[in-house]
């Protein structure tokens, strides 16, 4: 499975952002897609996750409201559309790929990841 993950940037207080993710080498029925996102001396936090066969969602509380998790199943991509971002939504940002057992909210669940993007915001 590889997973490549796009369309970070800086940006300003109350803007939005979409990032996306590719996933390939696979078909991903019965599997789902997660974000997640880390600062500097901190541990990875679940962000959102969505289910590739209903496209099922969940979402930390802090981006509830605010961020929206998607699937494009022809194209094999994961988009994270992220609303009025606050200066807090700062981090590195990963996608993550899993079968759709267990857990959705622990990275421990996710054997397959892509490289971060980063988010900053800052006015």
């Known amino acids: 499975v590889q997973l490549q993950a796009s369309g970070g940037g800086l940006v300003q207080p109350g803007d939005s952002l979409r990032l996306s993710c590719a996933a390939s080498?696979?078909?991903?029925?019965?599997?789902?897609m997660a974000w997640f996102r880390q600062t500097p001396g901190k541990e990875r936090e679940f962000v959102a996750v969505i289910t590739w066969n209903l496209g099922t969602t969940y979402y930390a509380d802090s981006v509830k409201g605010r961020f929206t998790i998607s699937r494009d199943g022809a194209q094999n991509t994961v988009t994270l559309q992220m609303n009025s971002l606050k200066p807090e939504d700062t981090a590195v940002y990963y996608c993550?790929?899993?079968?759709?057992?267990?857990?959705?909210?622990?990275?421990?669940?996710?054997?397959?990841w892509g490289q971060g993007t980063q988010v900053t915001v800052s006015s």
């Open positions: 993550a790929a899993a079968q759709a057992v267990g857990d959705s909210y622990s990275q421990s669940s996710y054997p397959n």
């Open positions: 080498g696979r078909t991903f029925t019965n599997w789902k």
